[in-house]
């Protein structure tokens, strides 16, 4: 949604002496919070300014910034009874696209439906899977503009209208999804960063390069179901998961070379417990497509997809984690027998390695944060190394300087392509 130049500037010079009291922390497995503070509206957000640039020039984009943006959330909550309400939205200008937007990341309704059943209805973020920055069973929406360009690690998660129904026993726990019409990732389309493309060899990018996939958008007939059966036995999180819907993002090729975005169905469990002094998480998947016998390139083929990872505090107020993720390509003879470029030129590997490594180091009393986190893919030799430090200046100010630096020696890896994309950031932020 657009807003004019003067909205913007009215909402971005909002008197903060006029925003009531920080509403507490949203717990997503307990909305509720405590009730007996069920009579106040709360509004809280921040104004944040934030700027970036990029290490390599594009020649096919031809800006140097990556992200200059000022932006405003506003979020407030309230409860009418027992039902609760909550809307949280961001209104900020982007001078990067030269746009300006609202992004309402919630918009919902909260209730229960007997001792047993929680409901939550509307705009929402949904998330669930024990990967760090790392995605099986959790196929809600993503932005991965912003996660590229330097926003908050927050607006990697995109939010989607949804309804979520949540039944608790004593023995396990159930949730539902139901997303009436289709939500694609915020994927990266060739507006902000340039991209490989395969039928050209080359990079893409905006206006000739941009992708415009065939939408998926009838109300109720193109939905995303997704169901979530989890418990603690001991210390020991366990889950089962399943998904019934569509690619995320735009992988596959119609027969008029239009981008679409395919059927996908995925099952997967997870499982999370101490070890040795530290916390151990193994999470597995299954993505089965539209293409049974794997012979169609135009389609992703089944895929087998695994984790493991662990994390442990090394030294007082330093932790360290590390994960290995697995990306197996079934019926992979058939999709090289049927493979249109010459010599399996852009071919993908059977199997995917990725390793990531997060380091965190936090002093003068956690008002400081350094911060690395790394994926390196052995199989595609690609890199994404994204620094950051986080200086929390009093309750209201905070700083945050970082990096997304990629790189590869293939030209048509997932994170090789954006190379030109490197950029540094910073973003000040004033909390209310």
Request: hydrophobic share 35%.
């Given at each position: ?32 919070g ?82 047993n ?9 949904l ?21 590229f ?44 960063f ?123 107020n ?9 990306e ?28 990531t490594l ?57 994170f ?17």
């Open positions: 949604m657009k807003l004019n130049n003067l909205s913007v500037a009215i909402c971005l010079s909002l008197p903060l002496t006029l925003l009531a009291a920080p509403l507490s922390a949203d717990d997503w497995d307990d909305p509720w405590d009730e007996s503070d069920s009579s106040s509206l709360n509004l809280h957000g921040f104004y944040e300014l934030g700027a970036g640039g990029r290490l390599y020039r594009d020649p096919l984009l031809g800006r140097d910034m990556t992200l200059g943006e000022g932006r405003a959330r506003f979020e407030l909550s309230d409860f009418v009874g027992e039902t609760r309400w909550s809307v949280k939205t961001d209104l900020y200008a982007d001078g990067v696209e030269d746009k300006q937007r609202i992004d309402l990341r919630e918009a919902l309704l909260d209730f229960r439906v007997g001792d059943v929680d409901v939550r209805l509307g705009q929402q973020v998330t669930w899977g024990t990967g760090d920055m790392l995605f099986l069973n959790d196929l809600f929406a993503k932005d991965w503009q912003s996660y360009s330097g926003r908050e690690d927050e607006y990697l998660k995109a939010p989607s209208t949804s309804a979520r129904v949540s039944y608790f026993t004593d023995v396990a726990n159930l949730d539902l999804v139901w997303t009436p019409e289709f939500t694609s990732d915020r994927y990266i389309k060739g507006d902000r340039s991209y490989f493309s395969p039928m050209t060899g080359e990079q893409m990018a905006a206006p000739d390069g941009r992708i415009r996939p065939v939408t998926r958008d009838r109300w109720g007939r193109e939905s995303q179901w997704a169901a979530r059966l989890y418990g603690t036995h001991e210390a020991t999180e366990w889950a089962f998961y399943a998904y019934r819907g569509y690619w995320t993002q735009p992988v596959g090729m119609d027969a008029r070379g239009e981008a679409f975005f395919p059927r996908l169905d995925a099952y997967g469990a997870s499982i999370r417990a101490p070890l040795a002094g530290g916390i151990a998480n193994a999470e597995i998947a299954w993505y089965e497509g539209s293409d049974s016998r794997g012979d169609n390139p135009a389609i992703p083929n089944d895929q087998l997809r695994f984790l493991v990872g662990y994390d442990r505090e090394l030294l007082p330093f932790n360290a984690a590390v994960q290995y993720y697995l197996w390509t079934q019926d992979y003879a058939a999709l090289e027998s049927s493979w249109p470029l010459p010599n399996g030129r852009y071919l993908p590997d059977e199997y995917r390695h990725l390793f997060r380091l965190t180091q936090r002093l003068r009393q956690d008002n400081l944060t350094l911060s690395l986190f790394t994926y390196w893919s052995p199989s595609d030799e690609d890199y994404f190394i994204r620094p950051s430090v986080n200086y929390r200046m009093d309750d209201a100010w905070a700083l945050t300087v970082g990096g997304n630096i990629f790189g590869g020696n293939k030209p048509h890896t997932f090789g392509q954006f190379e030109d994309a490197s950029n540094l950031y910073v973003r000040l932020r004033y909390s209310y």
